[in-house]
């Protein structure tokens, strides 16, 4: 815009000079004309230059002649000092993902960190860092970092921090026990390296873990054992108690058996003889009955015993 103004009043003066050579009045009212037409459209690229429109999620850094201002513009129509150019930064939260599926991150090929752990072995690691950029602070990343302070400051922190951490782990425990403990060590390390740069850390994501083949067969073969050992401790315990179960039916049996025996004497088995006979007494049948007074009575019916 400012090359705009400058050319349209060089237009000015050259028609303002060439105004007074001519004497032709047609010529000069032509002249007049394009000189009118150059000062309105000084006008009006002047008025449009003062105004400066900053999209959403964004923040607008002010450069006067090079020098870097320090009052940022907020989202939505500015007015500006129409020397004034105004470059847009994005305060939103960013995503950057290394990840071992080509296109899947900021990088077209397999972009995910390799590193060693306490162990020795290589991992590989994908993840996905949540950031944005302080809006106080655009205007230093601008000056010192530029708009390309993902390249210069974030990815190489971000692959800096993974191996330095990862080396205080085993790849076990990265991979399962201390997993959280090794994301947590990871966002203390990033935070350190964005401190005093603009950027704010908002999360580390550890998306996978790929350990070597044979360690990962192992942990899986140990996985399994300890499910089948699990499930052995199952079993073992519903016999367990299948066999309690059946222990206290017997014990039971075995009381009930006791106590009638022990309530069954001869003069029950009388009286129980006693009221049978008088039983068979009421029938129409014919029956005889032989009684000795200390054994059960001996019933003869028509039939036999």
């Known amino acids: 815009m400012i090359a705009l103004i400058i050319f349209l009043l060089i237009v000015a003066l050259i028609v303002t000079q060439l105004r007074k050579n001519f004497t032709n009045a047609a010529t ?11 000062y309105i459209g000084i006008g009006v690229a002047v008025i449009f230059s003062c105004i400066v429109q900053v999209g959403p999620g964004e923040v607008g850094v002010q450069v006067l002649f090079g020098s870097v201002q320090e009052r940022t513009l907020p989202s939505g129509l500015n007015l500006v000092n129409p020397l004034v150019s105004v470059e847009s930064m994005d305060i939103k ?16 090929n397999d ?23 302080n809006e106080g602070d655009a205007p230093q990343v601008y000056r010192t970092i530029g708009r390309d302070y993902v390249e210069k400051i ?61 360690i990962r067969a192992a942990i899986d073969e140990k996985i399994a054992a300890e499910q ?21 039916e017997a014990q039971g049996i075995s009381d009930y058996n006791r106590i009638v025996s022990q309530s069954i004497t001869d003069q029950v088995l009388q009286l ?32 036999g015993f």
């Open 28 to 38: 000069v009212k032509l002249l007049t004309v394009v000189r009118n037409v150059a």
């Open 93 to 108: 939260t960013q995503a950057y993902t290394m990840s071992s599926v080509s296109d899947e991150g900021q990088q077209s």
């Open 111 to 133: 972009d995910a960190i390799s590193t060693l752990s306490s162990d020795g072995l290589t991992l590989r690691l994908d993840v996905t860092i949540w950031y944005r950029l």
């Open 154 to 214: 974030v990815r190489p922190a971000i692959r800096t921090a993974l191996r330095d951490v990862s080396v205080g782990y085993s790849a076990t425990d990265i991979y399962s026990l201390k997993r959280e403990d090794f994301v947590s060590d990871v966002t203390k390390a990033l935070e350190e390296s964005f401190q005093g740069r603009g950027i704010i850390l908002e999360k580390v994501l550890l998306r996978n873990v790929e350990l070597p083949e044979k």
């Open 228 to 248: 089948k050992a699990q499930q052995m401790v199952y079993v073992l315990q519903k016999e367990k108690q299948e066999a309690e179960r059946k222990r206290v």
């Open 272 to 303: 129980k003889g006693i009221e049978a006979t008088l039983e068979l007494a009421r029938s129409s049948n014919s029956k005889m009955v032989i009684m000795n007074g200390k054994n059960m009575p001996l019933i003869f019916g028509s039939t």
